[in-house]
């Protein structure tokens, strides 16, 4: 579907039901993965009442929601009887703790766990019980405050270090969208930064569909070093700043 700042555009969705068999609607209202869009109160609400009128479910992946405690109530909340929540700790509180809550409406309750065993057995023991004793004492309070506060020191960073640049992000965010000036290309951006050392994410690599799609890239900053990431976004500046030529030295 197509979207705007916000995410998916309820006209869109709309049109999508009218037109299709449409079982169910996928959303990441919370810094949607690539564009960082963060999705607000009357357009989740948009979308629920479209939904409820067409009987359709909606899936919430809120995998790095909770590191935005301000963010709206989250769609599942809003249409409880319909909506599949989920999220996790690996984003949120540490890669290494792979574990996630799914919420399902009631009556899909059995369904869930049963699919839930035959795809999965079951969540990992050791890590399952790990994460609930660092719920009870404390842990992951203290793991998901840390985050955040690194998380919001990197995004001063990228601020800094692409002023003058506009490009999207979330106080709390690990990724930025970057919209590409004309006349660069993903490809050619890709390919520079890659030729300078720096790894971005171009935007159609996320896309569905077959409906043009502003040229962006995705920036990932929570996972370098701080000095690494100072590095590569002044090579992303500089490179947004100047003309793309054909990058020569990857062939
Ligand atoms: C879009 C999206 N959702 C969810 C997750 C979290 O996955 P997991 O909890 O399985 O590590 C990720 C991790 O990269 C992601 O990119």
Redesign the pocket.
């Given at each position: 579907l197509r979207i705007d700042g916000e995410g998916v555009i309820p006209q869109e969705f709309e049109k999508a039901c009218r037109r299709n068999s449409v079982k169910a609607l996928y959303l990441?209202p919370t810094g949607l993965?690539p564009t960082a869009a963060m999705m607000s109160r009357p357009r989740r609400e948009a979308l629920v009442e479209i939904a409820e009128r067409h009987d359709i479910l909606i899936i919430e992946?809120d995998?790095?929601g909770p590191l935005c405690p301000d963010r709206p109530t989250p769609i599942s909340a809003l249409a409880p009887t319909r909506s599949f929540y989920f999220t996790?700790?690996?984003?949120c509180v540490m890669?290494g703790l792979?574990?996630?809550y799914l919420v399902v409406p009631e009556r899909f309750e059995a369904a869930a766990a049963s699919r839930h065993l035959v795809t999965n057995w079951m969540a990992t023991p050791l890590i399952a019980d790990i994460a609930d004793r660092w719920i009870k004492d404390g842990t992951c309070e203290k793991l998901l405050r840390w985050q955040m506060t690194a998380l919001a020191a990197r995004n001063q960073l990228a601020s800094q270090m692409l002023d003058g640049i506009e490009f999207c992000a979330s106080p709390n965010g690990m990724h930025i969208w970057l919209p590409l000036p004309e006349p660069w290309s993903e490809d050619a951006f890709a390919a520079h930064a890659r030729l300078n050392g720096v790894a971005v994410a171009q935007g159609a690599n996320f896309a569905l569909g077959d409906h043009d799609i502003p040229a962006g890239v995705r920036i990932c900053i929570g996972a370098a070093s701080a000095d690494a990431l100072e590095r590569g976004l002044a090579t992303i500046a500089r490179l947004v700043r100047s003309q793309p030529e054909p990058a020569l030295l990857t062939l």
């Open positions: 990441m993965g992946n995998a790095w996790g700790f690996s984003k890669p792979r574990a996630g």
